[in-house]
């Protein structure tokens, strides 16, 4: 995920602003604020693992989104690590996307994955195939 949005960087001229969490925190409720600060009038969308692959550590997502939804602010999750690893359910997190790989911990072939798109959010996509207009929506 991140790499597509280092290539949209390039070619689009996006600005794509990294911010460092504790690794592993003291508290939870230390990374939460990291993004608040993070947000100017020009952030757009919040892109956030919701599990750290070094540690495993589990990330406040649910609190993140909420907080990004009442500033206008897209969620997009990557679920790479946290996918099958442990009970939850990805509605409950309420990003407006979520992405996994599936290689990673159910043995499908490399490069599969899968991307949940929130329903109110699929028009507004740009598919990589061209498409019909008919298939749209």
């Not at 390039?10 to 794509?16: N, T």
């Not at 919040?46 to 550590?57: D, S």
């Not at 442990?86 to 991307?115: E, I, N, R, V």
Request: glycine share 6%; charged share 25%.
């Amino acid at each position: 995920m991140l790499t597509t949005l280092r290539q949209r960087e390039q070619r689009e001229g996006l600005v794509l602003k990294l911010i460092k969490i504790p690794i592993p925190p003291k508290n939870l409720n230390e990374i939460l604020p990291r993004f608040e600060r993070a947000i100017t009038d020009r952030t757009r969308l919040i892109l956030m693992a919701h599990q750290v692959n070094i540690t495993g550590q589990i990330t406040p997502v649910k609190a993140v989104c909420e907080m990004a939804r009442a500033t206008g602010i897209e969620t997009i999750v990557d679920g790479a690590h946290s996918f099958a690893q442990f009970d939850f359910k990805q509605k409950d997190l309420g990003c407006d996307y979520f992405g996994t790989s599936l290689h990673k911990w159910l043995y499908a072939p490399k490069g599969t994955g899968m991307l949940y798109v929130k329903r109110d959010k699929i028009a507004k996509l740009w598919p990589l195939m061209a498409a019909e207009s008919k298939q749209a929506g």
